[in-house]
């Protein structure tokens, strides 16, 4: 798959991925997360937004234990970029929401942060623009 990837045939590496992911799966956590970020990866390339969240928030769920909580706020960062990219605006806040929480728990993450925030206050002007929404927008931006 890395090899298609490689080659900038990315629907042949996601094809190619998607059927040999059961059996990376059973390669342990690490290979398995590893599998999932790059099948992520390839569905966000081939603009397929949905299933490309699915895998970040998959990989997210295998780092949930981890001590580190940085890369499962990554995972759900990118899982919530996705998610807006696929107009699922409830879910990319919860996503986002998220992310801002285990970022701010890892600590020293302020770009991370500043994106965050800045993605939640445009989607609070996504659906409508009036008075409440922009009051809101800046309140995440004033953070």
Known sequence: ARAYAQEDRTADAAEVLQ???PDLLEHGESQA????ELLGD???D????RPAAEQYLLAAELVKEW???RPQAE???SAADCLSDAGLVEEAVAA???SLELHRQAGGAVI????ILRSLAWLELRERVDETSVAAARLLMDE
């Open 75 to 77: 995972f759900a960062q």
């Open 112 to 115: 991370p942060e500043v994106r």
């Open 19 to 21: 059927s040999t992911l």
């Open 42 to 44: 390839l569905l966000r």
């Open 96 to 98: 986002y929401r998220r």
């Open 46 to 49: 081939l603009r397929e937004s």
């Open 33 to 36: 997360v590893a599998a999932r």
């Open 67 to 69: 001590e580190d909580p």
